[in-house]
């Protein structure tokens, strides 16, 4: 219970916080279930990727979200990082939550953030592969 409590607080005290950022970044997700990347892109500055401070993956079951991965910059924001591997730890990271596996058919929200921005995206699996979706089921 306690950890299930922790961390709905912690994605939810990560929205907040960066619910008062200025730029709002796209974030892409690609690939599969085996090899899932997240990238971070910053429209306002062409062709330039952000730096990111920290990211979290969960999925959403029936409006209810857990998470499944989470790691944040030990120095807050790491510029050198804009692309990460689902399930691995960049250089100067730490793991809050480790990696779970990723489940065909549900929802998966990943929250990224740093350096003056942040931004979401919303994925599921289909046929092993990462395909976007505008928001998840239980929304719509």
């Not at 857990?66 to 990460?84: M, N, P």
């Amino acid at each position: 219970m306690r950890t299930g409590l922790f961390e709905n607080l912690s994605i939810l005290a990560l929205s907040l916080l960066t619910a008062g950022c200025q730029y709002k970044a796209e974030v892409s997700v690609t690939g599969s279930a085996n090899h899932l990347m997240i990238d971070v892109r910053d429209h306002s500055v062409p062709n330039s990727a952000r730096g990111i401070g920290y990211a979290i993956l969960s999925e959403n079951i029936g409006g209810k979200q857990k998470s499944l991965w989470q790691i944040d910059a030990k120095d807050g924001c790491a510029k050198t990082v804009s692309h990460l591997v689902y399930g691995e730890t960049p250089l100067n990271f730490t793991a809050h939550t480790p990696p779970r596996d990723l489940i065909e058919g549900i929802d998966y929200e990943v929250i990224v953030g740093g350096c003056g921005y942040n931004g979401k995206a919303f994925f599921r699996l289909v046929k092993g592969q990462a395909v976007s979706i505008d928001r998840p089921t239980y929304d719509r």
